[in-house]
């Protein structure tokens, strides 16, 4: 028995880069390109949805985004018109609809009409504003952070997607040209409560006079290398030193430019337009954190987000907001950024093509930092493309909301240094895996494999200066990134090859195998089983060092059996017997890792032992290939083999029902139990043991997760530092069984949709 939404993963070819930041939506539909735009006083911003040429990212379609100076508005027109253009090459549509907000989109309305010949339709800019920042926080992780230069960590994002009633009230402080204030107080009430003439156009403004920058880039340059000091006059310049009795320390601003007037006219060319820049940028920041205080505080209001293009991802301006908020707040509001900061009216706009925003709900959104581009030099974060997937939700089974997939915190920047010293060491042998799928699909250009090395190392090189550039950096990350790059450059599964190969040797060795366990003592069975388990593990091209081993062919089943021992500290096999032979359990679930020996030799000899103790057995598999893992499809084609030769299996599987195989969402070697696919997580929900299986999933996430079941973690360390870091040596197996802590209602089960259901609501409402 099986379950599956189905993905379109065929006809991988090879896509060239764009210099456009993306969000994607779903495949198997094809829809028009539609086309939201904010037209302020400063910029034009664009938000526009493609078709994703790229299968293997299992999207079918994807938002971009991009911006122009609203000075040169026939620019934004003549880039307009080759999107459409290229569009109507494929699609013929009568009346193509355009979505405009912002000043200019009543200014320029006739204009585009003409030009692009489209319906411009216009919408409220301040209802397009909270459209896309509601549909930011609710749906892209990590999309919220809240930041400060003083801490060691400065920035710190929102875990997770918050939910309507944590939410509400709050604060968009939009800063474009001039800024905007506007109070949320539930999905669609909203009020502009406040503002200021004070904003990003006056800074651009004065900044240009009196600097020689050129550009909006050149002048937050020329702040970041800036002292204001030499420009403001602090309060030590009144007092000599702090004023302590009402918390003025002296370095604070007194007087923002207080220092020019000093001079005499003639002396005044000697200030420096560094000087002046950060001076400046300082007085429009601190004037607007103040002003957002005191509108936060006379609504009642503790969570303010900042928006708009001044914001820029700009460490010092961003510093200055949330400084001013929590020295006025004391610490009980928070400034919260977003990364898609400069787009919310152009995404607002964009949603309104969909009117009804409930679709939302049956999708699942996915940043994707492939193609990301550091907004600019200064900024400290980045902007991704967010690949549409279907609908991912919390695995039921999580003991509580604390839940965090990550073992290890890299904020240590000497973790940092490693871990990313380490994906970019070993990168050539991704590239020669790259290189021999290219072969073996007769594919002669090798570009793209250089494409591959390159884009992920230069990710690689951007995460060494800003580790948090695509949010909190980690193993998984580092994986997941990798993994996109290599879609992104067109590659499918490089590993088919390996896995074919080592899938019909373990099948071939398999019959032999269970006869001899069958043979076994019953209460030698499982320690053998687990062994296997162990033993198959090994089998893991993504551990470097195994990699090597397995590359030189010195890897078999039998030398890996000698190899893993057991560790000493995170082996308790009898306490999983004892309650096996207690019969305590009716439904399992097992995270399975690797193609190859590890499915086949560990994994299915051990499912099928459960069977024989009636317990019901999921296999779940990644939805889409990454390393060596067994996918979903591996799966299927493994099992259907095996049911030829085994009558437990073929029973199991094809007659009672009781083996079944679920995809998990994921394209990844880690497990984030936030996210797993509806069906799996309802199929799971009377599940009473989880086993979790390898080193992505049991040691790099999950080591540390609780269930409210009794869980099991099978895995063998495959990388010293892991080893080290969680008290183990090289090649220790782990067979980690905890009691699960049976408290009713903390589960969390976010249920939702099913994947068929996902399409309809897709192709119902994407259809203009
Ligand atoms: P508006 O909708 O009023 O144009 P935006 O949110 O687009 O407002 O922000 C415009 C402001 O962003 C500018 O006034 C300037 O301070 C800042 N800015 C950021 N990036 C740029 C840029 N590349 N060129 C000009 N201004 C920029």
Redesign the pocket.
């Known amino acids: 028995m099986s379950s599956r939404f189905t993905f379109n993963a065929t006809d991988a070819h090879i896509i060239e880069l764009s210099k456009y930041r993306q969000i994607a939506f779903p495949k198997n539909y094809r829809k028009p390109v539609q086309i939201g735009i ?1 037209i ?4 034009a ?1 664009v938000v526009w949805y493609s078709q994703n040429t790229n299968s293997y990212a299992a999207t079918g379609g994807r938002l971009n985004f991009t ?1 122009f ?2 000075e040169n508005i026939d620019k934004c027109i003549e880039f307009l018109k080759e999107i459409i253009k290229k569009d109507n090459e494929t699609i013929n549509l009568p009346h193509r609809v355009l979505k405009a907000t ?1 000043g200019g989109a009543h200014k320029f309305n006739k204009l585009l009409n003409e030009e692009l010949n489209v319906i411009v339709e216009t919408e409220d800019e301040m209802e397009c504003l909270i459209t896309g920042l509601n549909f930011l926080v609710h749906k892209i992780p990590y999309e919220v952070f809240t930041y400060s230069e003083s801490e060691a960590e400065p920035m710190v994002f929102e875990e997770k997607v918050i939910d309507e009633e944590e939410l509400y009230p709050y604060i968009l402080v ?5 800024v905007s204030i506007i109070k949320v107080t539930e999905d669609g009430k909203l009020e502009r409560i406040g503002g200021s003439s004070l ?3 006056t ?2 403004g004065l900044l240009s006079l009196l600097t020689s920058a050129q ?3 050149e002048m937050l340059e020329l702040s970041k290398k800036g002292k204001n000091e030499n420009v403001d006059m602090l309060v030590g310049d009144i007092y000599g030193e702090d004023y302590s009795k009402i918390g003025l320390k002296s370095s604070t601003i007194a007087s923002s430019c207080g220092k020019i007037f000093k001079k005499k006219p003639e002396e005044r060319k000697e200030f420096k337009e560094e000087d002046i820049s950060r001076s400046l940028l300082y007085m429009i920041s601190n004037n607007l954190s103040q002003i957002a205080y005191l509108m936060a505080q006379l609504h009642q209001v503790k969570r303010i987000y900042f928006g ?3 914001i ?1 991802g700009h460490p010092v301006i961003m510093n200055s907001l949330s400084f001013g908020i929590r020295f006025w707040s004391k610490g009980t509001i928070k400034a919260l950024f977003l990364r898609h900061e ?1 787009y919310l ?1 152009a995404l607002g706009a964009f949603l309104k093509h969909h009117g009804n925003i409930q679709e939302q709900e049956l999708l699942g959104f996915s940043e994707n930092f492939t193609k990301a581009e550091r907004i600019n030099t200064t900024a400290i974060n980045a902007v991704g493309l967010i690949d549409i997937v279907p609908k991912l939700t919390y695995f039921p089974l999580i003991l509580s909301d604390e839940y965090h997939p990550d073992t290890f915190d890299l904020s240590d920047p000497e973790l940092q240094k490693y871990w990313i010293d380490t994906f970019d060491k070993n990168l050539h042998k991704m590239v020669d895996m790259a290189l021999s799928w290219l072969h073996t699909h007769f594919l002669t250009n090798t570009d793209n494999s250089k494409s591959f090395e390159d884009i992920y190392r230069k990710h690689l090189q951007v995460l060494r200066r800003e580790p948090n550039a695509y949010g909190p950096l980690s193993v998984r990350s580092l994986l997941i990134l990798r993994e996109q790059c290599l879609h992104e450059m067109g590659f499918g599964d490089i590993f088919e090859h390996v896995k074919q190969e080592e899938k019909r040797t373990a099948l071939e060795t398999l019959p032999n195998l269970l006869k001899k366990i069958d043979a076994l003592p019953e209460n030698e069975k499982l320690s053998v089983l687990i062994d296997n388990v162990l033993a198959g593990n090994m089998f893991d091209w993504g551990a470097n060092e195994v990699h090597n081993m397995l590359q030189k062919g010195e890897l078999n089943f039998d030398s890996a059996k000698i190899k893993v021992k057991k560790s000493e500290k995170y082996f308790n096999l009898n306490e999983f017997r004892e309650s096996l032979e207690l019969n305590q359990y009716h439904k399992a679930v097992i995270f399975v890792d690797n193609s190859g020996a590890d499915i086949v030799l560990g994994i299915i000899p051990f499912a099928r032992y459960l069977l024989s103790h009636n317990i019901d057995v999921i296999l779940a598999a990644n939805s889409l290939p990454c390393v060596n893992d067994v996918t979903y499809n591996d799966l299927i084609s493994i099992i259907e083999q095996v049911t030829s030769f085994d009558k437990p299996i073929n029973d199991a599987y094809n007659i009672y029902g009781k083996l079944m195989v679920y995809e998990t969402g994921s394209g990844s070697p880690c497990l984030d139990l936030r996210n797993v696919s509806c069906d799996l997580a309802e199929a799971c929900e009377n599940v009473d043991l989880v086993i979790i299986e390898g080193m992505g999933r049991a040691m790099h996430t999950n080591f540390h997760a609780k269930f409210i079941c009794d869980s099991l973690k099978l895995a063998v360390f495959k990388n010293a530092s892991v080893a080290k870091t969680l008290g183990g040596n090289m090649y220790d197996g782990i067979c980690l069984f905890e009691k699960g802590e049976k408290i009713i209602g903390i589960a969390k089960s976010k249920r939702s949709n099913t994947f068929n259901e996902i399409l309809e609501a897709g192709r119902f409402s994407f259809s203009c």
């Not at 302020?40 to 910029?43: A, D, F, K, N």
């Not at 939009?174 to 001039?178: A, C, E, F, L």
Request: hydrophobic share 20%.
């Open positions: 904010d302020g006083g400063s910029l911003k911006k100076e609203t912002g939009n800063i474009g040209s001039g904003g990003g156009g800074l651009w550009t909006f880039d708009g293009c001044f820029r400069g009216g």
